[in-house]
C-alpha cells in the first residue's frame, strides 16, 4: 500500500514563494511517475505538473516559468517549487503517484495566496 503525505503549503503574499514536498511510502516511488494536482474553492481539480521516473517534465501552461517539480529517488520524495505566487493560485494542491496505471493520492495541502 503506498501512502503519500505532503507539507509546505501555508499563507504566503502575492509574490512570494513555497516549496511544496510529497513523501511516499513504500518501495515502488523510483519506478513511478509522480505529480502535483490542485483544486480550487468551487472548481475542479486540475493537473499541474508531472516528473516521469526518467525525470522527465510537463507543466500546465498556467504554471510554466514559475513552478518547477523534481524528486530525490534517495529519499522517496516529490517537489514543487512555486515562484512568484498569485492570488490564482490558491488552492489545495495534491500529490498523485502512478503507477501500473493505479493512482494513488495524497492528503494535500493548502496553499493560500493573499494579495
Known amino acids: 500500500q503506498v501512502q503519500l503525505v505532503e507539507s509546505g503549503g501555508g499563507l504566503v503574499q502575492a509574490g512570494g514563494s513555497l516549496r511544496l514536498s510529497c513523501a511516499a511510502s513504500?518501495?515502488?516511488?523510483?519506478?513511478?511517475?509522480m505529480g502535483w494536482y490542485r483544486q480550487a474553492p468551487g472548481k475542479q481539480r486540475e493537473w499541474v505538473a508531472t516528473?516521469?521516473?526518467?525525470?522527465?517534465?510537463n507543466y500546465a501552461d498556467s504554471v510554466k516559468g514559475r513552478f518547477t517539480i523534481s524528486r530525490d529517488n534517495a529519499k522517496n520524495t516529490v517537489f514543487l517549487q512555486i515562484n512568484i505566487l498569485k492570488p490564482e493560485d490558491t488552492a489545495v494542491y495534491y500529490c498523485?503517484?502512478?503507477?501500473?496505471?493505479?493512482?494513488?493520492w495524497g492528503q494535500g495541502t493548502q496553499v493560500t495566496v493573499s494579495s
Open positions: 516528473i516521469t521516473n526518467g525525470g522527465s517534465t
Open positions: 498523485i503517484l502512478t503507477t501500473n496505471f493505479v493512482n494513488y
Open positions: 513504500g518501495s515502488i516511488f523510483s519506478r513511478a511517475a
